[in-house]
């Protein structure tokens, strides 16, 4: 049974668990068995972050410090991280990592497989046997990336989607190779209509927005909003709205003490029952059984 220190999770913190059904259906596809992502996320100021598996992680994990202090520990060792390093740990080989308790560390981090996770790691790791923390030279583009890679795998209801993401993703990745990577202009453009629904979706996660309401923001028409939206997103705007508020509930479900049913009423639902209905489809998983498995 793995060690999880935690208390009410990190304030600004943003994760994305990839449901259980995708992640089959992600492994079989041509273009994403090879390499992609099963759970990412970026924690701030993540006092009391701590991770033991006695077993390992059935995946890779890569963990980069921008801010703050923490550690790892692995085949004996223990390092310390401070900013601008990262590491990766490799599956099934047990493991301990948390933040420093008087300065926690702020990460992204990734857990990641497929056919060819394992040489990923080792082109990142010079094909060394040891794991060890790799300083990187900050640079703002990378996480650019990184967001971007949250942003289409937020939008997992195709699998373009998820092609893109995880394409993304293996790019990511080399550009933790310093050998390799040649930083590039890239901006992030003004949020459309559509991007800033979905921020107004993302503040507004306790409630229980309607359709009328969402196309108010985006300044359209409900038919006319909706049409765009599933063009954009591959997704009804309800249906998205109900992903964001679930992906919420994973979060409370790990960082936090709360009983399943104040769960349901922190994201606006009045009827437990109906919250776990949902959740299982969305997930693929009971919030209870979700709650006991081995996460980030």
Not at 188 to 210: A, C, F, K, Q, W
Request: a neutral charge; hydrophobic letters at 35%.
């Amino acid at each position: 049974m793995a060690m999880i220190e935690k208390k009410e999770g990190f304030i600004g913190q943003r994760s994305y668990v990839v449901p259980s059904d995708l992640l089959t259906r992600i492994s079989q596809h041509p273009l994403l068995e090879a390499l992609h992502i099963t759970d990412i996320g970026y924690y701030p100021k993540a006092s009391f972050h701590a991770r033991e598996r006695k077993s390992g992680c059935p995946q890779y994990i890569l963990i980069y410090c921008v801010q703050g202090e923490g550690y790892f520990e692995i085949n004996g060792s223990r390092y310390e991280i401070t900013p601008d390093y990262f590491f990766i740990l490799p599956a099934h080989i047990p493991h301990k990592y948390g933040a420093n308790s008087d300065n926690p560390w702020t990460i992204y981090w990734v857990h990641f497989t497929g056919t060819k996770a394992s040489d990923y790691w080792n082109f990142l790791l010079d094909n060394s046997d040891r794991v060890m923390p790799i300083f990187l030279a900050p640079n703002n583009d990378r996480i650019v990336i990184f967001e971007d890679i949250m942003t289409h795998i937020e939008m997992s209801f195709n699998d373009d989607n998820m092609v893109y993401a995880n394409t993304r993703f293996a790019y990511f990745l080399t550009t933790f190779k310093s050998t390799v990577f040649s930083p590039n202009s890239q901006r992030i453009d003004d949020p459309d209509s559509i991007s800033r629904v979905i921020n107004y979706m993302r503040e507004h996660l306790t409630e229980m927005l309607t359709l009328e309401q969402l196309a108010e923001v985006a300044g359209m028409s409900t038919s006319h909003f909706s049409a765009v939206f599933r063009q954009k997103v591959q997704s009804s705007p309800i249906q998205f709205f109900t992903v964001l508020k679930i992906q919420q509930a994973c979060r409370l479900l790990e960082y936090s003490r709360l009983r399943i049913k104040e769960i349901a009423y922190q994201i606006g639902y009045s009827d437990p029952y109906h919250f776990s209905r949902v959740f299982t489809t969305v997930m693929g998983i009971s919030p209870r059984d979700f709650r006991k498995a081995d996460k980030q």
